[in-house]
C-alpha cells in the first residue's frame, strides 16, 4: 500500500526553537511538494521539487524556512526559528511528473505544528 | 493570476440526499481539475482527477464534471452517507505551472442519519 508518510505527525516547540519535519514520498514519484495549512490562509504551496532539485520555494519565508531533498527518499522543512505564527498543519505531497496534464499528487497525513 | 472558488462553504444534509458541490476557477487554460476530500485532523485523500480533454470523471458514487470553457467542475455525490461527512476541495494546476495546485477554501459537509 504505497503512501507519503510524514514525521513527526505532531510537534509541540517553544519560540525560537528549531523545528525539522521529515517526508518520505511515494517509490517512484519525482516530484515532491510542502504545503501549509491555516484557518485563515487555507493550504498555500510552500515549496517544490522535481527531481530532487528545488523548482519554486517562493511560498516560503526564506529567511526561517529552509527545504531540501538530501535523497529521492527523504525531503525535509525545516524552520529556525519557530515562530507562534508557523503553527499550521504542514503537509508533503508526492506525485509523477511524466506526462503533460497528469500531475495527480498524493498527500502525506501532515505534521501538526504548535509553537508556544 | 488564478482563484478557485468553492460554492457552498458548508453543507449540512440528512442522509440519502444527492448532493452537488460547485467550484469555480478563474483562468479556463489548465491541464486537469482534482477534487480531494478531508476529513478533520487528517491529511488529503485525492477522490478525482480530469483531465482538460475530458467532461466528468465518475468513482463510485461520485461523479465529478468539468467544464473548462465556463471555468466550473461540480462534485456529484449520489445517495449520501453520514461516512461522505468530510471536507471537500477542489484545485487546479498554477497557471504557466502545471505542476503546482491552487487549492479552493473548500466546502464542509456534514450528512446526518
Known amino acids: 500500500d504505497a503512501r507519503v508518510t510524514q514525521t513527526p505527525r505532531h510537534k509541540v516547540t517553544e519560540m525560537g526553537q528549531e523545528v525539522t519535519m521529515r517526508c518520505q514520498p511515494i517509490?517512484?514519484?519525482?516530484?515532491v511538494f510542502w504545503y501549509r495549512q491555516t484557518m485563515m490562509q487555507g493550504l498555500e504551496l510552500l515549496a517544490y521539487f522535481r527531481n530532487r532539485a528545488p523548482l519554486d520555494d517562493s511560498g516560503m519565508p526564506k529567511d526561517r524556512f529552509s527545504a531540501e531533498m538530501p535523497d529521492a527518499t527523504l525531503a525535509t522543512l525545516k524552520i529556525q526559528p519557530s515562530e507562534p505564527r508557523d503553527s499550521a498543519v504542514y503537509f508533503c505531497?508526492?506525485?509523477?511528473?511524466?506526462?503533460?496534464?497528469?500531475?495527480?499528487?498524493?498527500f502525506g497525513p501532515g505534521t501538526r505544528l504548535t509553537v508556544l | 493570476k488564478q482563484e478557485v472558488t468553492q460554492i457552498p462553504a458548508a453543507l449540512s444534509v440528512p442522509e440519502g440526499e444527492n448532493l452537488v458541490l460547485n467550484c469555480s476557477f478563474t483562468d479556463s487554460a489548465i491541464y486537469n481539475l482534482q477534487w480531494f476530500r478531508q476529513d478533520p485532523g487528517k491529511g488529503l485523500t485525492s477522490l478525482l482527477l480530469?483531465?482538460?480533454?475530458?467532461r466528468e470523471q465518475t468513482s463510485g458514487r461520485l461523479n465529478a464534471s468539468l467544464d473548462k470553457s465556463s471555468g466550473r467542475s461540480t462534485l456529484y455525490i449520489a445517495a449520501s452517507q453520514p461516512g461522505d461527512s468530510a471536507t471537500y476541495l477542489c484545485?487546479?494546476?498554477?497557471?504557466?505551472?502545471?505542476?503546482?495546485?491552487?487549492f479552493g477554501a473548500g466546502t464542509r459537509l456534514a450528512v446526518h442519519p
Open positions: 484545485a487546479v494546476p498554477f497557471s504557466g505551472g502545471y505542476n503546482k495546485l491552487i
Open positions: 480530469i483531465q482538460s480533454s475530458q
Open positions: 505531497a508526492s506525485g509523477l511528473d511524466q506526462v503533460v496534464g497528469y500531475n495527480e499528487q498524493f
Open positions: 517509490l517512484g514519484h519525482n516530484t
